[in-house]
Structures are given as structure tokens and as C-alpha cells.
């Protein structure tokens, strides 16, 4: 009797760790391809202006704060946030700039993602694109915030009609496990689980067969030993419209270039307020 009592309460404390809130400092910065720099001089020239710069707004450097408690997840920025609710299965966009949010269920994700695979089928059909994904240890080691940091790659390449030749590369480097990413960690691994029921096979009909890249992906991501803390990513392989328009262009230079940071974990609480719509901020709906 005694041991069974002191199973439930090493269960009852597990289950709480698990529940811990997190908080944590993320930076994004795009530091290169041709989409970039395309956009930044589109920018710079004499319509984008006039538009305010609205081209280059979404591919500009941000630094968000990342809040979780429990199933719900917000990514707190100056322009724009967004929040993931588990239990309700909704992802919401808040628009700081406009005063308005978008909220949006994973059913509709799926609806919309069935409404684009019939249209592709009317089409004669979603082209045959083969994903294979692999994440290699280097062995490399450094030190971030204290932490002794493991190197791993991870590529992801397309294969087939119209996906020849795209690939992403992340370097990424992780720190062990601890309180904080252990339940980011969790988060995450059930987010991908809701998606995939959600979204059932077949998840992208642009890229045919995605699912299995992506199934290969999880399976290959669970060689990762802690958490990510640093990620510099690469996509090649991806030819531009405007380039082709001209003429130009490497269609295998790196399209788009960036750089992820995570810091300044914390396990304190995390106020609920974090996660709620301001009271003056008017619903858009999503578009069908």
C-alpha cells in the first residue's frame, strides 16, 4: 500500500513538471538569398515606398518573446502574434498594427487543405514529389549561456517534377534538456500530433506526397538530443518569379537565408493575461 502510494504522488509530480509554465527570448533574423535581397530593393525603390514598405515588412528582423502554459502557446511580437491553443484547436494571428486578430481551427486548415487538393485534381493532379530527410550529429561542440552545445545538420531535399532540387539546410545546436525545454518539447510534440490528425494524409496537395517527408522528418528529428537553441537555415533550389521573368538567377543559390536564437529560459509563472485578444481588437475572417 505504502508503494503504491508513493507511485502516485512520483506521478502526481511528474504530471506537474510537465505542467510547468516557460518563457523565453527568440530573435529571427533573414541574413541572405535572392528572395531577400530582392525584397529589400523593391523596397527601397520609389513604389515601394509608396507602399510603405509593406514588401519587405514580414522578411525584417524580429525579436518575439515565447510564452507557454500548459496547451497554450503565444509568440509575442511588436507587429504581430500569434497564439496556439491546443484544447480548442485554433491558431490565432493578432494583427498589432491594424488592431485585428484571425483565428482559425485546425478543421479549417483541413477543410481549405481538401478544397485545394480537389482543385489540384481538377487540374490533372498534384505532382509526384518525393521528400527524403536526414539529421547527422557532427560531433562539434560549443559553449552557449553556459551550456555545453551539440552541432547537428538537418537536410531535407525534394525530389521529382517541379521539386527537383530544392533542399533545406539547418544547422542546428542544441543544449541538454532541462526544466523549460523538456516541456517546449512536449508542446511541440503534441502541436504535431493535433496537425496530423487534423490534416490526415496527403497534408500539402501542392507538394503530392508531403506527408511521408514529413513523417520522415519527425522520425529523424527524434535524433535530436536537447533542445535547439541556435538554427541557421538555408533554402536552395527554388528559381524566383521575377528571375525568371528576367532571365536570371541561380536556381540553385540559396533562395532564403536565416538565423534563430532562443535565451533566457525561465520556468517562473506565466500570466494567463498573455494569452488574450485585447478587448478593442476587431475579428477578421479567414479567407476561403
Given at each position: 500500500m505504502k508503494m503504491q502510494f508513493r507511485l502516485a504522488i512520483v506521478t502526481l509530480a511528474a504530471a506537474g513538471c510537465l505542467l510547468a509554465?516557460?518563457?523565453?527570448?527568440?530573435?529571427?533574423?533573414?541574413?541572405?538569398?535572392?528572395?531577400?535581397?530582392?525584397?529589400?530593393s523593391m523596397s527601397d525603390s520609389p513604389m515601394g515606398k509608396l507602399m510603405g514598405g509593406r514588401l519587405s515588412k514580414g522578411l525584417k528582423d524580429r525579436t518575439l518573446k515565447v510564452y507557454l502554459k500548459g496547451n497554450k502557446l503565444a509568440r509575442i511580437g511588436e507587429d504581430s502574434s500569434t497564439i496556439v491553443d491546443l484544447d480548442a484547436g485554433t491558431i490565432t494571428t493578432i494583427d498589432n498594427e491594424h488592431h485585428s486578430?484571425?483565428?482559425?481551427?485546425?478543421d479549417d486548415m483541413n477543410r481549405q487543405m481538401q478544397e485545394m487538393r480537389e482543385k489540384m485534381n481538377k487540374r490533372g493532379g498534384a505532382p509526384d514529389v518525393k521528400f527524403n530527410a536526414k539529421v547527422d550529429a557532427t560531433g562539434n561542440t560549443r559553449e552557449i549561456d553556459g551550456k555545453t552545445a551539440k552541432e547537428y545538420i538537418l537536410t531535407m531535399t525534394a525530389e521529382g517534377q517541379q521539386g527537383a532540387g530544392m533542399s533545406v539546410r539547418s544547422d542546428m545546436w542544441t543544449i541538454p534538456s532541462g526544466p523549460g525545454t523538456d516541456e517546449l518539447r512536449d508542446f511541440h510534440k503534441r502541436l504535431s500530433e493535433k496537425l496530423n490528425y487534423a490534416f490526415g494524409t496527403g497534408m500539402n496537395p501542392m507538394m503530392g506526397n508531403a506527408s511521408q517527408g514529413l513523417s520522415e522528418l519527425?522520425?529523424?528529428?527524434?535524433?535530436?538530443?536537447?533542445?535547439?537553441?541556435?538554427?541557421?537555415?538555408?533554402?536552395?533550389?527554388?528559381?524566383?518569379?521575377?528571375?525568371?521573368?528576367?532571365?536570371?538567377?541561380?536556381?540553385?543559390?540559396?533562395?532564403?537565408?536565416?538565423?534563430?536564437?532562443?535565451?533566457?529560459?525561465?520556468?517562473?509563472?506565466?500570466?494567463?493575461?498573455?494569452?488574450?485578444?485585447?478587448?478593442?481588437?476587431?475579428?477578421?475572417?479567414?479567407?476561403?
Open positions: 509554465d516557460v518563457s523565453y527570448q527568440e530573435t529571427v533574423q533573414y541574413t541572405g538569398g535572392s528572395l531577400i535581397d530582392m525584397m529589400r486578430y484571425t483565428a482559425m481551427s485546425f519527425q522520425k529523424e528529428t527524434t535524433k535530436l538530443e536537447g533542445y535547439p537553441v541556435v538554427q541557421e537555415t538555408a533554402v536552395s533550389g527554388v528559381q524566383s518569379p521575377m528571375a525568371e521573368r528576367s532571365g536570371g538567377g541561380d536556381s540553385n543559390a540559396p533562395f532564403i537565408t536565416m538565423k534563430t536564437q532562443s535565451a533566457n529560459f525561465s520556468t517562473g509563472s506565466v500570466d494567463e493575461a498573455v494569452f488574450q485578444i485585447p478587448s478593442n481588437y476587431k475579428e477578421r475572417k479567414a479567407r476561403h
